[in-house]
């Protein structure tokens, strides 16, 4: 089992840039493929990003692609979210989530789960 804490969210312009980390307890955070996930006020949670166990390979919603990059730090349990040129559509909670298996974009795929960090842009 793995527990995840999410820091580095908060209220940005329009245009600027976050980076939010998500904190991995346990010794096997390397065999965990990582996710992050947002969700905006009355709207379901969508898939925002996903990184291999290695980091060797990464996938990104169409939305975000280009503007956010995903990273993990095997040696320190922890996989970042780099949010550049950002909107206000991208006003969020954004949560990270672990799986043991291949690369997903669905929620559903993911085994844990972090409370959140609220990302707020102002236009």
């Known amino acids: 089992q793995v527990q995840l804490v999410e820091s580095g969210g908060g209220l940005v312009q329009a245009g600027g840039s976050l980076r939010l980390s998500c904190a991995a307890s346990?010794?096997?955070?390397?065999?965990?493929?990582m996710g992050w996930f947002r969700q905006a006020p009355g709207k379901e949670r969508e898939f925002a990003a996903a990184i291999s166990r290695s980091g060797a390979m990464t996938t990104y919603a169409d939305s975000v692609k280009g503007r956010f990059t995903i990273s993990r730090d095997n040696v320190k349990n922890t996989v970042y979210l780099q949010m550049n040129s950002l909107k206000p559509e991208d006003t969020a909670v954004y949560s990270c989530?672990?799986?043991?298996?291949?690369?997903?974009?669905?929620?559903?795929?993911?085994?844990?789960w972090g409370q959140g960090t609220q990302v707020t842009v102002s236009s």
């Open positions: 989530a672990a799986r043991n298996g291949l690369l997903s974009t669905s929620e559903r795929a993911y085994d844990y």
């Open positions: 346990g010794r096997t955070f390397s065999t965990y493929v």
